[in-house]
């Protein structure tokens, strides 16, 4: 009759329960580390491409810096062309208006 032992049985539900009650924990830890670490990588992902994003303009703000600069050096200066032409009609009219001057 050792078979039908209530103590038994009840040390054994214990030991059961004890048990089953270690693995609950385990996978409910497991789950909640698997979502930390999805949530991580999620993070990871987003600063990885507002990165990039910001790479990227960067890059496309050093290029437009260079060719501006590259224009500004080749092009060429007009209003400086402009300012010389005034200068010599200004002297050639009064040389103009000394030689009427002088032939009178």
């Known amino acids: 009759m050792n078979g039908f032992d209530m103590d038994s049985w ?4 214990a030991d059961f329960a004890q048990d089953a009650r270690s693995r ?12 930390l670490l999805e949530r991580k990588r999620e993070e990871d992902k ?8 910001l790479a990227v303009l960067g890059i496309v703000a050093a290029v437009a810096a260079i060719a501006y600069a590259v224009y500004r050096f ?16 200004e002297e050639d009219a009064e040389d103009a208006d000394e030689d009427v001057v002088e032939e009178n």
């Open 10 to 13: 009840k040390s054994n539900a």
């Open 24 to 35: 609950a924990e385990g996978l409910i830890n497991s789950i909640k580390l698997t979502d």
């Open 46 to 53: 987003m600063k990885k491409t507002i990165t990039t994003v």
């Open 74 to 89: 080749v092009a060429p200066d007009y209003l400086e062309d402009y300012e010389d032409y005034e200068g010599d009609s």
